[in-house]
């Protein structure tokens, strides 16, 4: 059973970057496909980039151009890259695992906060 902790987020300016980073545990992590979410207040989770276990990757438009998601299957790590980020961009984000574009693997989240 794999274990997901998040790491990374904090409080930026509106323009800035931060580095999320979801170390997993567990010994077949290389054939989980690995994704990133985010809550907002009173909002849903929604999908923000997702990798799938051959290295195909897709990001939610409000992130394209601006996210990078990727892995480190020897680190057994995947990482978001956040640049220029926007006050709108302001959520929990959770590291999830899954197979087939099902997710049920969650991190416990970590906040990002960007201000205006």
């Known amino acids: 059973q794999v274990q997901l902790v998040e790491s990374g987020g904090g409080l930026v300016q509106a323009g800035g970057s931060l580095r999320l980073s979801c170390a997993a545990s567990?010994?077949?992590?290389?054939?989980?496909?690995m994704g990133w979410f985010r809550q907002a207040p009173g909002k849903e989770r929604e999908r923000v980039a997702t990798?799938?276990?051959?290295?195909?990757?897709d990001y939610a438009d409000s992130v394209k151009g601006r996210f990078t998601i990727s892995r480190e299957n020897a680190k057994n790590t995947v990482y978001l890259q956040m640049n220029s980020l926007k006050p709108e961009d302001t959520a929990v984000y959770y590291c999830?695992?899954?197979?087939?574009?099902?997710?049920?693997?969650w991190g416990q989240g970590t906040q990002v906060t960007v201000s205006s």
């Open positions: 567990g010994r077949t992590f290389s054939l989980y496909s």
């Open positions: 990798i799938t276990w051959n290295g195909g990757i």
């Open positions: 999830a695992a899954g197979a087939r574009g099902i997710y049920n693997k």
